[in-house]
Structure formats: structure tokens, C-alpha cells
């Protein structure tokens, strides 16, 4: 009883907040209709009072309300809540629209004055089984009568947490019933007092829910709220009408998002906390501040960073500046320095779009003018190709632009970079410059600069990063605008702690001079010379080669780590070394006569020996299949280059 008592407090809680500061309705378990999960009375309220002309064209037929029931139902099980919501529902010549849109400014009254007429309800104690009729859940929320999130609620002061919610979600929510099909509900949180976790598919123990937290001190959980509980934003900024509408049109999706794909194998993703609030805030500076900013986005491995460049993308291209009527840039360029990202983003990036033909991908200057004068809204481009993008739109003083740049510490590769050096007029130097250094370069001083905004996204900035893009401080220094760090990226579970299991190898060598003389040398430069040419000897690169081949047959695969699915990756200092690597590692894996290979990830070209070579050429099959050859059983190791 007491833990009743307690659960309940939470749920009045929750259901106050919503309904008295975020104008929801509150729900009467009575009117949930258990066999196609909707609340039939702020379903039909919705359509009567917001569409009485199209269901005039439906009320001569016999039973007409159990007819759109019936269809409303048949295209959730087909295409999910979230198309529905989004395309409305078509009988015949009648059409009834189940979300009316929240308005991209202040200027169109109809559209804002629609937006006010959907109905978000809050119903407690829910009950949605079919076979047992006891079975009820805590929270359901609904949008116009379609249930749109469930929510288990638990109080750690009666010993029960968030990981009792998730284990209730696994073994007592039967993802056979109507209201926990999938994409049936966009999403469904588990929440105690200091903790939100969320998932998007119930299915049963193999059921993955994701953090839905702030983070506290860079790591996991949240931070102290003296206004109430750690996990109260949830309620008091996320599930308000204005941001769950938000996220149901620009957030959530359904992936792939062709028809050919069945329902059951998409994957419907639904934003992690940082994802969301990354996007929001840079959204809400850019409409207020307007163009010629940067930002620094400094989200660690495991962030889901490709997902977070995908839905800025697609939103800056439809964001309006404060009282504006049209909007804030003409086009959005994405740089990125990783090919297999390059097709990732162009991919998720058509997913996302509703509208098509806005997406080009520029392969060189022609195209990419050419995608501009076009109108093109979204440009993807590869980091080699960017000089090119500030050559083609010299002309386009009058355009505005963002330019999003994946990785501000990027690769350098062979020909790329001396290439890239001409093109920005720049002699070869001695140490090796950072290509996002040069890329910086390029726009200073061009007319583009001062009709752009730049967004740089990496896991670690360089101090010269967060100079060029960071926000400065009153101590002089530099901040990334956002951060997800990788400290809490490890407590989440996202990456493993490298410096908690490692293994260090000494090197020990003597190199013998060839020359009698004893000259002088910068000695940092020496250094560099001479570890660069040990590390780069092919009795060095055999004798590693062994050890890691060695380790991963006897001490992983062999053992059936990670249930025989588990992969290794090999990251070297440069291309040439990887290349290398690679050819040392291909013969062990042959001599031993594992059934498995290796795969090479590198940009551009590399001519080693007099011989050069291309992902292609190595692997024997285009660089755009890298990502899908990678997970099948045929390949364990993949070998790459740090810079």
C-alpha cells in the first residue's frame, strides 16, 4: 500500500503539471478503447469540433464511425502512429487530419489558431489488456485520442527505481497488446524521481531502452533540481504541447521511410536528451542571433552524433529568423571527412525530408554551383570537395548559408591534401596542418563568411578548434557550445572505458647512424623522424601485426566473445601505415586459416612503393558498401588512420 501511496503522489505530480502550466486534458480510463489503443472520446470531440465537413462526407454510410475506427487502426498497424499523425487519414474523397501543425513563425494566424485545437490529454491507471482486464499502467499520454507514450512510473523511496520500471516493461508489458505494438506509441519512458529512461520497441527481455538524462558533472543522471524532482523537466519541458508536437514532426522518425519496408523491420528512433536539446538550442541562437555565428558541438563517440547532424540539418532549412517571412538561409552545406558518413547523412537526410528533390550531393565544383543556382536546400559534400564550395558561391553574395562541418579535426590523405593546399594557394609545410585548420582559412576573408553560420561538430576539439568556433569566456578562454562528453558516454554505456582495460607494449630500439659526421637537429623534430621511420619498418609493423592477430583469435574469437560476434579495430598513425597494417594483417589471418578477413577504411588515394591504392582497390568492392560489408561474419577486423 504504501507503494501504491508513493507511486501515486508521482503520478498526480506528473498529471498536474501537465494539465495546470501544459494545457493538457485530463483523461477518463473509461473512454480508452482497449482493442485499437485510442481514447474514442478526445478522439471523436477532435474530428467533430476541428472537421465536421469531411465526416459529413462519411455519415451516410451504415456504421461510419466504426468504418474510421476500423481504417484509423488498419493504417497505424501498417505505417505507425507517427505517419499517421503527420499525413492524416484519407476514406474516400474525405480526409481527416489527426495533428494540425505548429506554425514555423508568428505570421500565418490560421495555422497558429489550428495548432491550439488539438487536444493532448493525460489518462492515469490505464487499462490495456484485452485478456486481463486487471492489467493497467501508470500513464498514457494522447494526442486528439491516439496514444502517443506510456510512462511506468517507481519511487526510490519504497525501493523501487527506474531499472524496476524497465524490468516491468520487459516481463509483465506484453508487446502483443494494442498499446505496446510497435509504433503504436512513439515511445515509452520508464521514470523515477531522479532518472528517465525511454524506448521506442517492447520486446520482451531483448527490450533496449536508451538514457533520457541530462547528465550531471560530464557524467550519467541528472543534477539536483531545488524546485522538486531530478527527472522533472520530462514533464515540465519535454512532454509540453509545443515540444512533443515538435518532436513528433521534426524528431521522431520511421527508418527506412520507403513503403516497400515492412512496419515491424523499421527502426523508429526518438531523440536522446542531448540529441534534442543540442538541436533546440542552436535553433533558438541562430533565429535570434541570425547569421555569421559559429558554434563548437562537442559530442563524444556514442552520442549519436550523425543522428544530431541529420535533424539540425533538416531543420535549419526551414528555420525563420524573430518576425521573419521567409527563412533564415537559403542552403545548408554538410562537410564531412568520412565517406561512409558522407552516404549515411545523404541517406538519413532524404528519410527525413518530406519534401523531395532538396538534396544534392556534390562530387565537384560544377555540381556544386550548379546546386545552389538550382536552389538546392541541402548540399552534402566531402571535406576533400569543400575548397571548391567557397569557389562556386563567391558569387552568391547575396545568399545565406549554414555549413555544418562533421569532425573539426579531420584526416589528411595523400593527394587530398595536396590538392587541398593548391586550391587554397598554401606551400607545402613541414608539419603536417590540420585540415580543418586549412578549411577555416579558406573562408577567411570571403564574401561567404560574412552571409554564413558555421557548425562544427567533434568528440575532440583542438585548443585552435575552440578558438576559431568555441564561445569565449570572461577569463579569455574558449567553451564548445554544447558538450555531451565521453565521460558520460562511458557511464551511459555508449563506449567502453579504453583506459580501464588496456594493455600497454614497451618499445625498445637502436638505430644505427649511416653517416660519420655528428650534425645538429632540432631535437622534437628528430624525434619524430626517428620514430616515424621505426614504427614505419616493416619488421615493426610484422611483429605488432602478430600481436594483435594473435590476441584476437586466441583471447576473442576462439573464446566466442560477445557470442562469436565480436570485432576488432586496428587504428594506425597515418594512411600508409594503415595500408601497411592491413596487408601484415590480411597474411596472418590467411596463414592461420580463420574464416573471417579484414576491411581497410581510409579517404582518398595513397601511393605507396610507386603503387597506389584506394578502398576500392583494397577491398574489392565500392567504399559506400564499407558499413553493410563490416557487419557481416565474413569480416572481424577493420583497420583504419587516425590523421
Not at 501498417?78 to 505570421?107: E, F, M, R
Request: hydrophobic share 35%.
Amino acid at each position: 500500500m504504501v507503494s501504491k501511496t508513493n507511486e501515486s503522489a508521482l503520478e498526480t505530480c506528473i498529471e498536474t503539471a501537465l494539465i495546470e502550466r501544459a494545457d493538457y486534458e485530463k483523461g477518463n480510463p473509461a473512454d480508452f478503447n482497449r482493442k485499437i489503443a485510442i481514447d474514442e472520446e478526445k478522439f471523436w470531440r477532435f474530428l467533430e469540433t476541428t472537421q465536421p465537413e469531411e465526416l459529413a462526407k462519411l455519415q451516410d454510410r451504415p456504421n461510419w464511425k466504426n468504418l474510421i475506427l476500423e481504417r484509423c487502426d488498419r493504417k497505424i498497424k501498417k505505417d505507425g502512429i507517427l505517419s499517421v499523425l503527420k499525413k492524416g487519414l484519407s476514406i474516400d474523397n474525405a480526409h481527416l487530419t489527426l495533428l494540425y501543425s505548429q506554425p514555423y513563425n508568428d505570421t500565418n494566424q490560421a495555422v497558429t489558431e489550428n495548432f491550439q485545437k488539438n487536444i493532448f490529454s493525460i489518462t492515469r491507471q490505464v487499462h490495456y489488456s484485452q485478456k486481463d482486464t486487471a492489467l493497467s499502467i501508470d500513464i498514457v499520454l494522447f494526442l486528439n485520442g491516439c496514444a502517443i507514450a506510456t510512462i511506468e512510473l517507481k519511487n526510490p523511496w519504497t525501493n523501487q527505481t527506474v531499472y524496476h520500471a524497465k524490468k516491468q516493461y520487459r516481463e509483465n508489458r506484453n508487446p502483443q497488446e494494442p498499446l505496446f505494438q510497435f509504433a503504436r506509441c512513439l515511445v515509452h519512458f520508464a521514470i523515477d524521481t531522479d532518472e528517465v529512461w525511454m524506448t521506442t520497441k517492447l520486446d520482451r527481455e531483448k527490450t533496449y531502452f536508451l538514457p533520457f538524462n541530462k547528465g550531471f558533472n560530464f557524467g550519467k543522471g541528472n543534477p539536483p533540481n531545488p524546485k522538486g524532482h531530478k527527472s522533472a523537466y520530462l514533464w515540465e519541458t519535454i512532454l509540453t504541447r509545443p515540444s512533443f508536437t515538435n518532436i513528433i514532426e521534426h524528431f521522431a522518425i520511421l527508418i527506412p521511410s520507403d513503403s516497400k519496408t515492412s512496419l515491424i523491420e523499421k527502426t523508429l528512433f526518438f531523440p536522446r536528451y542531448h540529441q534534442l536539446d543540442v538541436v533546440r538550442q542552436l535553433l533558438t541562437h541562430a533565429k535570434i542571433n541570425g547569421t555569421g555565428q559559429t558554434y563548437l558541438i562537442q559530442h563524444s563517440a556514442g552520442s549519436g552524433k550523425s543522428n544530431s547532424i541529420t535533424w539540425i540539418t533538416y531543420q535549419l532549412i526551414e528555420l525563420y529568423a524573430q518576425n521573419a517571412d521567409s527563412p533564415l538561409f537559403d542552403s545548408v552545406v554538410v562537410v564531412t571527412d568520412r565517406r561512409i558518413l558522407d552516404k549515411q547523412l545523404k541517406d538519413n537526410i532524404k528519410d527525413f525530408s518530406q519534401v523531395k528533390n532538396i538534396v544534392a550531393h556534390a562530387t565537384n565544383s560544377k555540381d556544386l554551383k550548379t546546386a545552389l543556382e538550382n536552389g538546392k536546400k541541402i548540399i552534402i559534400t566531402t571535406i576533400q570537395k569543400f575548397p571548391f564550395i567557397i569557389e562556386g558561391i563567391e558569387d552568391l553574395s547575396k545568399n545565406t548559408f549554414a555549413v555544418i562541418i562533421d569532425e573539426a579535426h579531420s584526416s589528411q590523405s595523400g593527394k587530398a591534401a595536396d590538392n587541398l593546399n593548391i586550391a587554397l594557394g598554401k606551400a607545402e609545410e613541414e608539419d603536417e596542418e590540420d585540415l580543418q585548420d586549412k578549411i577555416l582559412k579558406a573562408m577567411d576573408g570571403r564574401k561567404l563568411s560574412k552571409n554564413a553560420s558555421y557548425f562544427a561538430f567533434t568528440a575532440t576539439p583542438k585548443n585552435a578548434t575552440l578558438e576559431k568556433f568555441g564561445q569565449p569566456t570572461p577569463e579569455g578562454k574558449f567553451t564548445p557550445f554544447h558538450l555531451y562528453s565521453m565521460k558520460q558516454a562511458i557511464e551511459e554505456g555508449f563506449i567502453l572505458d579504453v583506459l580501464a582495460n588496456y594493455t600497454t607494449y614497451k618499445s625498445y630500439y637502436e638505430i644505427k647512424k649511416s653517416i660519420q659526421d655528428n650534425p645538429n637537429f632540432n631535437t622534437t623534430q628528430a624525434q619524430k623522424k626517428l620514430r616515424a621511420y621505426v614504427e614505419g619498418n616493416k619488421q615493426t609493423i610484422s611483429t605488432k601485426a602478430e600481436i594483435i592477430v594473435n590476441h584476437f583469435i586466441t583471447q576473442v574469437w576462439q573464446p566466442k566473445k560477445l557470442k562469436g560476434e565480436a570485432k576488432a579495430m586496428v587504428v594506425t598513425r597515418n594512411i600508409e601505415a594503415a595500408i601497411r597494417y592491413f596487408f601484415a594483417i590480411r597474411d596472418l589471418l590467411t596463414q592461420a586459416k580463420v574464416p573471417f578477413k579484414a576491411i581497410i577504411a581510409f579517404s582518398g588515394k595513397k601511393t605507396i612503393d610507386g603503387i597506389e591504392y584506394t578502398e576500392e582497390i583494397i577491398n574489392q568492392f565500392p567504399s559506400k558498401d564499407i558499413s553493410d560489408e563490416f557487419k557481416k561474419p565474413d569480416y572481424k577486423i577493420e583497420d583504419g588512420a587516425l590523421g
